[in-house]
């Protein structure tokens, strides 16, 4: 007998939407999206008229959406600061809930979240796309097959050149700069590597406004690096910054004692072409596509999006939690990294995680 499949809901109907519609595409034997909502209607008619769907409700407040569209799952791709209203929301109403990266603004937010998933019976899936990026999970499975030794350090940053989102100039509408928004990707990977226990951390941020680099009205650090210690020995440097032009910028240096690794998610694209008038599309957030770039195959199934929503929904069809690094207890144990990160570069000393 098959199964029925797993009715979502999808709020927020912009970019991050975007990127998880393309894996409810992929996954239809598992899911179907029966509602979108979002305040500007507009948005929801393009995303949805770009994935030809027909069957679906729209909504403009979230509350109705999560009461009457009878979804089993609530998808969150909102700005940051309503990832916990709507979370909450959603547990109260007995939904599993997909949240976009950061989990939320604050770990305290962050943490009202997982109790609330706990109390309700419910999943709370963490939105870490890194580790479904199909060149991650063949980098690690060559670091688990001892290919290179044992793991001594990883080094990776996210960087490009700012978020197109109005919410993201703000701490109140983000929680900080590019740390909380582009380096918790690489954070969220180092603190799978490391079960999630580090011990201490040093960072330098710009510390916002006319302190940043490049983006002297923005709220948040538009520059920013840490570097974390785990429990297994383990060392990770992280970097994120809004400074970088020329398109994204997702990198992964792996060191053992016995090789080494290098990832590049962005500019790994097997085709290279030369345009003089310039092409559609290459890369996420490239300024310009003349001359040589190498567009990109497939870039939202590369980057990790489809693996991500297949895995949730075949975890929600069975009732399960996420596998490590996707559970809300992840996208918490990320939160309560990167305010260390963000105290370690106030005070200027190293921060030791008071929680081991
Ligand atoms: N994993 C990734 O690589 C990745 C990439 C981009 C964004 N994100 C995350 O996704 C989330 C959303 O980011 P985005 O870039 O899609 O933002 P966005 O600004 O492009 O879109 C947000 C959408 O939410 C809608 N909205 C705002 N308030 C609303 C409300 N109260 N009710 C209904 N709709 C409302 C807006 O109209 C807008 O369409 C953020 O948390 C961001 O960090 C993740």
């Known amino acids: 007998m098959t199964q029925p499949r797993i009715k979502v809901l999808v709020i927020g109907a912009a970019f991050s939407a975007d990127l998880h519609m393309e894996g409810y595409q992929r996954c239809s034997d598992l899911a179907r999206v029966v509602g979108i909502c979002d305040m500007q209607p507009d948005r929801i008619d393009a995303l949805a008229s770009r994935y030809r769907l027909e069957d679906y409700t729209k909504y403009s407040s979230y509350e109705r959406a999560i009461a009457e569209s009878g979804c089993d799952v609530v998808d969150i791709c909102l700005p940051n600061f309503l990832h916990h209203p709507v979370a909450l929301c959603a547990f109260r109403h007995g939904k599993h809930v997909v949240c976009e990266k950061p989990l939320a603004i604050t770990a305290a937010q962050a943490q009202d979240m997982t109790e609330a998933a706990k109390a309700a019976e419910k999943c709370l899936y963490y939105a870490e796309d890194w580790l479904f990026a199909p060149a991650v999970v063949r980098a690690l499975e060559i670091v688990r097959e001892g290919a290179i030794g044992d793991l001594l350090f990883i080094r990776a940053r996210e960087a490009h050149s700012g978020s197109h989102s109005p919410f993201a100039q703000t701490i109140a509408g983000c929680g900080g700069g590019c740390m909380i928004h582009l380096g918790i990707h690489p954070v969220g ?3 799978a590597l490391g079960d999630n226990r580090w011990t201490c951390v040093t960072a330098d941020v710009t510390g916002g406004m006319e302190r940043n680099l490049v983006h002297k009205a923005m709220e948040g650090e538009d520059w920013a690096s840490c570097s974390m210690s785990f429990e297994n020995g383990i060392r990770a440097v992280v970097e994120a910054n809004y400074v970088t032009v020329g398109g994204m910028e997702d990198v992964i240096d792996f060191y053992g004692t016995k090789g080494c690794l290098h990832v590049d998610l962005d500019f790994s694209s097997a085709v290279r072409c030369f345009s003089i008038p310039g092409v559609s599309y290459t890369i996420e957030k490239a300024e310009i596509t003349t001359g040589w770039s190498s567009p990109a195959v497939d870039e939202k199934y590369n980057l990790g999006y489809v693996g991500e929503i297949r895995h949730f929904m075949e975890r929600a069809s069975a009732g399960r939690d996420a596998m490590p690094g996707l559970r809300g ?28």
């Open 189 to 191: 990977l180092a603190l």
């Open 329 to 356: 207890i992840d996208g918490l144990e990320c939160m309560r990294a990167v305010e260390a990160i963000y105290a370690a570069a106030k005070a200027g000393t190293a921060v030791k995680n008071p929680n081991l």
